[in-house]
């Protein structure tokens, strides 16, 4: 069942200049980053004519930017209704959690064959940042170091294709805002794992890479999995 959220349109991009009306790509980037940062929820009804007002452009570009984030899986469309927010049962998202497991495992294994000593001393510099952020409760600067620390090694990994594939499933748990879940310890865990990463890159381990990125995936998707099981726990029973 949708989940619609009460908010104007209008609220959701406050402070953003109008854009060019030849924008659709930056329109596209904007409403995007609205719904993975979780200014509006799965089910929310994307109107082109506020969406275009607000943006201060015309409908067309609002048009062709919401193909492509239903080309990326953010948004679907139905007759009658126009476009929301695609909602997704918790069995796609593990699949999701599956498919980016085997990607970012690839993306690491890559990279231990291409990481250069400046990537290297870049994610030495992310774990120190990160674990600078530990007990801060600063959730969107981890979340920002975090996405450092994966985009370098996808940058190693030098395939584009793979990293725009990384990226596609990556967005799509964080509309479900998953990593507000993550306890102190939680945190502490990633950066365990960022640490046997960086050590299995220096050594140009590509098998113990994939493998430690693997299961850095897969203790994400459980978090997730365990706090929707326990925001409805009927979904446990439809997912299983």
């Not at 109107?47 to 570009?61: D, H, N, V």
């Not at 990556?170 to 509309?175: F, I, K, R, S």
């Not at 113990?208 to 365990?226: I, P, S």
């Amino acid at each position: 069942m949708h989940t619609v959220w009460s908010r104007d349109v209008d609220a959701i991009f406050v402070g953003h200049a109008p854009l060019a009306r030849t924008a659709s790509a930056a329109a596209a980037d904007l409403i995007r980053q609205a719904i993975v940062d979780g200014r509006v929820l799965p089910g929310f009804r994307l109107k082109e004519e506020e969406l275009a007002q607000q943006l201060g452009i015309s409908r067309t570009p609002i048009r062709e930017a919401l193909l492509v984030l239903q080309a990326e899986g953010l948004v679907e469309t139905a007759p009658n209704r126009g476009a929301t927010v695609r909602a997704y049962e918790l069995s796609d998202l593990e699949d999701m959690y599956d498919l980016r497991a085997l990607l970012e495992g690839n993306a690491a294994r890559r990279a231990a064959g291409r990481v250069t000593h400046d990537q290297l001393a870049e994610l030495r510099a992310s774990c120190v940042r990160f674990e600078a952020l530990l007990g801060t409760g600063d959730i969107p600067a981890l979340v920002a170091e975090n996405a450092v620390f994966h985009e370098t090694i996808l940058e190693a990994a030098g395939s584009e294709r793979l990293s725009g594939m990384v990226r596609q499933v990556v967005a799509l748990p964080l509309v479900y805002r998953s990593y507000l879940w993550y306890s102190a310890a939680q945190a502490s865990a990633s950066l365990h794992y960022h640490g046997q990463l960086v050590k299995a890159l220096e050594q140009r381990d590509a098998e113990r890479a994939e493998l430690v990125m693997r299961e850095h995936v897969y203790e994400a998707r459980d978090v997730l999995v365990q706090h929707m099981h326990a925001a409805d726990p009927g979904e446990s029973r439809r997912s299983s």
